[in-house]
């Protein structure tokens, strides 16, 4: 995160004010972390527990294998993830290779949180699993246009600029 970074570097020069500054954005930063991927994260998590356990076994030796031994890997929304991946025809092992030489990991406050989020962006796969698919449908002719609130007008339509004025029909100058 920036916002550590920053506050180290405001530190080590001795800005106090700005290092304070830079330390409460990354409070405030996490906490809006939490409470936006708390749903997600849920049914992830959730989707981990359903998987069958010899895939799960897989999944968890392939993470195991690629990170050092003293990090706690036991995470159902992380043992979800490479799944996911591997149905959209990525290679799980090679993936999280990937997402772990992105960057260092040693100041994460989540490990497995920051590795489910970096296989899922590098997988291409929706932030929250529970989201439906949203693509427009072309070519149906039976869309709608959304309802009018009431009271709200809507925009009129764009009418075309005027040419710009040809500067030798202009009147002379006072």
Known sequence: ??????????SARGHAQQAEASRQTAEHLRAAYH???AAPM???????????EAQRRTYETTIRAALPADTNTKNDALAATP??????????KALLQKTIVMRDLDTAEDVNDVLVWRL???????AHPGEATRRPQTG????????????????PPASPR??????RSRPPRR
Do not use: S
């Open 162 to 167: 005027p040419a710009a004025p040809d500067p």
């Open 42 to 52: 849920q049914a992830l998590r959730d989707q981990g527990r359903v998987q069958p």
């Open 83 to 92: 799944a996911q991946a591997e149905q959209t025809g990525h290679d799980p």
């Open 1 to 10: 995160m920036v916002a550590p970074a920053a506050a180290r570097w405001h």
């Open 140 to 155: 149906t002719g039976g869309a709608k246009p959304p309802a009018n609130q009431a009271g709200v007008r809507p925009a």
């Open 35 to 37: 409470q936006a991927a």
């Open 120 to 126: 899922r962006h590098l997988a291409q796969l929706r």
